[in-house]
């Protein structure tokens, strides 16, 4: 198993977000972390990279308890973190950005290079000089996403990748997420959006109010509308 949390509990100063959340990810697999917006979603996340100080439950990634360690230590085990606000170096050039998140090859994780990112993302293969604060939303987010992946993690944590893209770029990246699992890549996204869930996720978990309503496949969740109607319909 890549990643497995139970009891996972946190707070932000006296308020208790998320409630005893568990989940299982096997090697390979995409899956999604669904929700309404303040449903926990980039709370979880944060946590998993101990972004959160004030958290409690057992996170093991890849045989590792990192429940309590610092977040640079996380990341040096090989899991990356896609942040929902993008947070690219807006002065530096789309070049100078990848090189920035370069981290030597790792044991059991794909290896990227800027040519093998440029093929994952056309658009960036046509801006390499280009400043990032100079760039469209989707850019700046497929960008992040190439960020990430020079630094050859082996599981990353997508937050509500496809949110506020226009419906082009929404599926080129659903593309690159099925050639990042391809390559071997573990990936987690959250997400409101159920049809992009849909064309790249194995299986997905629907959070509500800091606590886990559902678990199975996309199937499992089509056939349930209550399910559908109940923790996702706006």
């Known amino acids: 198993m890549k990643l497995e949390v139970h009891g996972l509990n946190a707070w932000y100063g006296r308020a208790h977000i998320l409630f005893d959340v568990h989940m299982r990810v096997a090697r390979g697999e995409v899956v999604a972390l669904l929700g309404r917006n303040g ?75 800027p040519e093998m990112i440029y093929e994952l993302f056309p658009n960036l293969a046509s801006m390499r000089r280009r400043a990032g604060g100079h760039m469209s939303g989707g850019e700046q987010q497929m960008l992040t996403i190439a960020r990430t992946l020079m630094g050859n993690p082996s599981l990353v944590l997508l937050d509500e990748p496809s949110e506020g893209l ?56 089509d056939a349930n509308p209550e399910v559908r109607d109940a923790y996702l319909a706006v």
Do not use: C
């Open 166 to 221: 226009a419906p082009k770029i929404v599926e080129q990246m659903a593309h690159a997420l099925i050639e990042m699992k391809r390559q071997g890549l573990t990936i987690i996204i959250s997400e409101q959006n159920l049809h992009f869930a849909r064309l790249i996720s194995d299986r997905a978990y629907i959070i509500e109010r800091g606590r886990v309503q559902f678990e199975g496949t996309l199937k499992e969740l």
């Open 39 to 113: 449903a926990g979603k980039s709370t979880t996340f944060a946590s998993l990279v101990g972004l959160v100080p004030a958290r409690r439950g057992d996170i093991v990634f890849d045989g590792h308890a990192v429940g309590a360690m610092k977040t640079h230590d996380v990341v040096r085990l090989g899991l990356g973190y896609v942040p929902e606000d993008r947070r690219i170096f807006t002065d530096l050039t789309v070049e100078e950005n990848l090189e920035v998140g370069r981290q030597p090859p790792r044991e059991g994780a794909p290896t990227w290079t």
